[in-house]
């Protein structure tokens, strides 16, 4: 009987592996390899499809794989890449701080590539060929410009604020809380709680949300979270405890979920961060590149507020 | 009350008794921490990590572990919201999300069954599952967020007010009834304790481990869709690493890793002091550094007990059978 099922399993695997094989496209189409370290973040889905997409339309076959936020993953993907023969490269890091040994050896291999939505080191910045990315602190400025516009509308003398942010460590995350706090400094608004990380997780952002609704009840009077996933955790908790309309709302991001609450009125406005014209760009930037075309340093990707009137001019996912 | 009683109380509750004291000096310093409100966001914060811990302690009591209960938790999620969406009944869609996570225990019991796996082989095949079931939780939902487009009723409900906490001691309460006063509950403690010598008294092992399974994945799948019904919509990697809190409860409650004995209810008692401590934490205003090390602290403190607490029986039993003979 084992041994039966020790045959049924190796037959399934190298049926598996044979079928996979045989998906490998033929031709001569030009080989894209992309390591993209947030493969399954919700951010990441919409991007890679852009990346897919926009790489069928100019004639390349690409191939994504999971670089699961490790930089030394990444870096032996792209040596197991560069020795399959790909012809260019895609990196989307993890990390901020750990490109420039990945930025040093894509560029020792000679091949066309580029960075993306993820800024790298200051110290390697002027040796990627082309980076397609937001601002990230850009990004966090507007949430901080934000705020200043939302108190402006709703005056108040105490200018309470939950801020929840993404993943301690994170670039992105510390990035956009530079931008923010940039913008408040020398304002009056007062961020209540010291630095509660939700690691983009909705239930982990709605239990913050619960405890600070228990802490200082109606004295919030504007709640602000990272992305969408977190917002949605925070707003499901604010939901439950009967605050809605009477705390504001902000937060960054295109998902279906913003775009909900911003149509009901919500949502006082979304920073936009926009996945499909990030990939989109990344391929035809790394197709000028093999074509020998020159391209800017940093392409990058508009970022700016969302408010309800603007909502049919944005693509959401 | 004399030293040795007292001694005996510090280290069978140690871990409650540090918990007891944080509560006090919250409790003292925040007016808002004791309050019922407050307290009742406590138990419906633990509830799914409580609900999807019980399924793991009749793991670990069994002897094995099922890594694979944070994945189930996302995939569980993913297929009751997608269902809503997609206009399915309430109940129908829950009950593919529920069949998600027994699918899932049915074939990590029978595949650990087959190979007569102990603790460590459960612990690579459920590792597999868990990558696997990701994997395929990703999938139907294209990795994005869905929104759950839910009204009042049946799904909702689940996540709302009490229900949480009723789900989540109800589930304890006739776990802990099986675990402690039926021939289901001994024989899991005998399997886990031995199970050569359980297979010869009789038991049948297979099966009795791949209920451990089922019934964890199962629990695995409430739970996820407790989770997304308090959150009104689904995220595929939602329950990722959740099987690290969830055997943390397990272990903070006493529940020996080493299996063969345990109880549901210390299960209940690991949530929420977890659940406690994040709250008090969160409430002092005490930043999300500093709350992952006590975590830590906390979870390494409550082995360490286990382990005390091992040594010491086992040397006051050699010294009562010296003292005897």
């Known amino acids: 009987m084992k041994k039966a099922c020790a045959i049924v399993l190796m037959l399934v ?131 901080g ?78 709640a602000v979270a990272q992305d969408g996933g977190m917002f949605q955790g925070a707003y499901s908790a604010i939901e439950a405890a009967g605050y809605v309309g009477k705390l504001g709302l902000l937060c960054q991001g295109q998902d279906l979920i913003v775009r909900d609450k911003l149509v009901a009125g919500e949502l006082f406005a979304s920073v936009a961060q926009d996945p499909f014209t990030e990939g989109s760009l990344a391929v035809e930037m790394l197709d000028k590149i093999i074509r020998g075309e020159k391209v800017e340093n940093w392409f990058a990707t508009p970022t700016g507020p969302i408010f309800k009137a603007d909502i049919d001019n944005y693509r959401w996912f | 009350m004399n030293r040795t009683r007292v001694i005996d109380i510090i280290r069978s509750n140690g871990i409650l008794l540090v918990i007891l004291l944080l509560i ?143 789900i989540f001691l109800g589930i304890a309460t006739i776990m802990q009834f099986v675990l402690m006063k039926t021939k289901y509950g001994r024989h899991m403690c005998f399997i886990g304790s031995n199970m050569d010598v359980a297979k010869m008294s009789g038991i049948n092992v297979k099966l009795n481990r791949i209920s451990y399974f089922a019934l964890s994945g199962l629990l695995a799948g409430i739970g996820g869709i407790v989770l997304c019904s308090r959150v009104t919509s689904s995220n595929p990697t939602a329950g990722l690493n959740y099987e690290m809190d969830v055997i943390a409860a397990v272990v903070v409650g006493g529940t020996p890793m080493s299996g063969g004995k345990g109880s549901v209810y210390r299960t209940v008692v690991g949530a929420v002091i977890i659940g406690i401590m994040s709250n008090a934490l969160n409430i002092l205003g005490i930043t999300a550094y500093h709350q992952q090390i006590v975590k830590g602290l906390l979870i390494i403190a409550a082995v360490a007990m286990d382990i005390l607490n091992k040594q010491i029986s086992l040397r006051e039993m050699t010294h009562a059978k010296v003292y005897v003979g």
């Open chain 1, 145 to 222: 410009r934000l705020m200043i516009q939302y108190f402006e509308k709703n005056p108040s003398a105490t200018k309470n604020v939950v801020y929840i942010e993404g993943s301690p460590g994170s670039s992105y995350t510390e990035n956009l809380t530079i931008g923010v706090n940039e913008v408040i400094k020398g304002t009056d608004i007062n961020i209540m709680n010291d630095r509660q990380f939700a690691e983009y997780d909705p239930s982990r952002a709605m239990a913050i949300m619960e405890d600070m609704l228990t802490k200082y009840g109606d004295k919030i009077e504007l």
């Open chain 2, 24 to 166: 006090i000096v919250t409790g003292i310093t925040e007016r808002n921490f004791l309050t019922v409100g407050n307290l009742l966001n406590v138990l419906r914060q633990v509830a799914v990590v409580g609900i999807v811990a019980c399924g793991m302690t009749y793991c670990i009591i069994g002897g094995a572990f099922d890594l694979s209960v944070g994945s189930v938790v996302s995939l569980a999620g993913v297929i009751t919201i997608l269902n809503i969406n997609a206009g399915t009944n309430e109940y129908v869609a829950v009950a593919y999300g529920l069949l998600a996570g027994v699918a899932t225990g049915v074939i990590n019991g029978t595949l650990i069954s087959l190979i007569n796996g102990r603790s460590s082989e459960a612990f690579i095949v459920t590792y597999g599952m868990q990558v696997v079931v990701a994997s395929i939780a990703l999938f139907p939902s294209n990795g994005l967020f869905i929104a759950g487009r839910v009204s009042d009723g049946f799904f909702k409900s689940l996540g709302q007010g009490f229900m949480p906490i009723v």
């Open chain 1, 13 to 143: 695997l190298l049926v598996s592996v044979v079928s996979a094989g045989g998906q490998k496209e033929a031709g001569g189409a030009k080989k894209i390899f992309m390591s993209s370290a947030y493969y399954t973040a919700p951010y990441g889905a919409p991007l890679q499809e852009a990346v897919r997409e926009k790489a069928k339309e100019l004639g390349y076959t690409v191939q994504i794989v999971d670089g699961e936020q490790n930089a030394d993953k990444q870096l032996s993907q792209f040596k197991a890449a560069v020795a399959d023969g790909y012809d260019a490269l895609i990196y989307w890091p993890g990390d901020q701080a750990s490109t420039p040994p990945i930025v040093e050896y894509l560029n020792s291999t000679g091949k066309p590539w580029v960075a993306l939505n993820t800024v790298v080191d200051a110290s390697v910045l002027d040796q990627v060929p082309c980076m397609i990315a937001s601002d990230e602190v850009e990004i966090g400025r507007w949430l």
